[in-house]
């Protein structure tokens, strides 16, 4: 089970126990282990996934508790009558690959930025009291000012970021022009349970893991030497349950959702092996990718006083709990 951290969605806000929660995406990674953390905290929750990179197997446990409902954010009406009678709206759904972007951004821009304005256009009309953004990190770029902070012009490299800094500025635009409470959360290397190894463009944790469990080459782009700030699913949950129940201060407003530390590549491949049984795994280098940053690494300040996110894992821990997870699952055959 992942465990959410201490934060309890109620407190700040005007959200009550039991009110509708509509997550975006939410049979995907990190929509799934949102939807298990809102459950155990008593809300109702509907799902709206297209399932083309979302798996109904990471809601099998929920079945009887979540109302799903299969859609494209694409598709206006159909996010219109998804979104009638919720009181937050976590919007998750999203096509999240640089590498994706870089070989396809019509659909990204169609998926990340149309799909985003139409889940606005719902959450307006339907009076929503809080959208929550899955913004990215790679709204940065490359920066000279390490750790980066939210007062840092964005300079994104890839089409993806680009997607994801329009999205961040429609929030705000709504926020502004039509009231409606909006807070995005830049999110950095997400990892952890339920995470997709085997999708065409997944990330390297769960690839580095399923490789090591395999005992396959382990394919690192470039030296090795770039550094990621890499969040545990936990603290993410975190973060989308103290921006769901924010206060005014928060609204509009953008926030990094990280570790607030950073780890080579390199670093990474040696916890990972570290942390499986008599590993005989080895890192393999190519060539370094299109659009990828050198140098990630968040300061969450603003997140700590603003919203009272506090991240509770460590990275040794966290890739310790992942690996494991993903033991278990590929023992029972569910990988």
């Not at 083309?52 to 694409?74: C, H, K, P, W």
């Not at 976590?90 to 951004?105: G, K, L, Q, W, Y």
């Not at 409606?180 to 952890?192: C, I």
Request: aromatic share 8%.
């Amino acid at each position: 089970m992942v465990e959410p951290g201490h934060t309890q969605i109620l407190g700040n806000g005007d959200l009550t126990l039991g009110d509708l929660c509509l997550v975006t995406g939410g049979a995907g990674f990190i929509g799934s282990n949102l939807v298990h953390a809102l459950i155990r905290q008593g809300m109702r929750v509907r799902v709206f996934d297209n399932l083309s990179t979302g798996r109904l197997v990471n809601l099998e446990d929920l079945i009887g508790d979540v109302d799903f409902a299969e859609g494209d954010i694409r598709d206006l009406d159909a996010i219109s009558a998804a979104t009638q009678g919720a009181s937050v709206v976590f919007h998750e759904a999203a096509i999240a690959s640089v590498a994706r972007s870089v070989a396809d951004p019509l659909t990204s821009n169609e998926v990340n930025v149309t799909g985003t304005l139409n889940v606005l256009l719902a959450a307006r009309d339907a009076s929503v009291q809080r959208v929550v953004f899955a913004s990215s990190s790679s709204v940065y770029g490359e920066q000279t000012t390490l750790p980066v902070h939210e007062g840092l012009l964005p300079t994104p490299l890839s089409p993806y970021g680009v997607t994801k800094l329009a999205g961040e500025r429609y929030l705000r635009s709504f926020f502004e022009v039509y009231g409606l409470p909006t807070v995005s959360l830049r999110y950095f290397n997400v990892y952890g349970p339920r995470q997709n190894p085997r999708a065409e463009y997944a990330a390297v944790v769960p690839k580095f893991i399923l490789a090591a469990l395999e005992a396959e080459p382990m394919t690192i782009f470039g030296d090795g030497e770039q550094t990621r700030d890499f969040v545990y699913i936990g603290d993410v949950v975190q973060a989308n349950l103290t921006a769901a129940d924010s206060t005014p201060d928060a609204w509009g407003g953008v926030f990094n959702t990280a570790a607030g530390d950073r780890h080579s590549v390199n670093d990474l491949a040696r916890a990972v092996l570290g942390s499986v049984d008599h590993p005989t795994a080895q890192p393999v280098h190519e060539e370094a990718r299109t659009g990828d940053v050198r140098e990630s690494h968040a300061d969450v300040s603003a997140a700590l006083r603003v919203l009272g996110y506090s991240p509770e894992y460590r990275f040794e821990d966290g890739i310790a709990r992942t690996v494991e997870w993903f033991a278990e699952q590929r023992d029972l055959g569910l990988l």
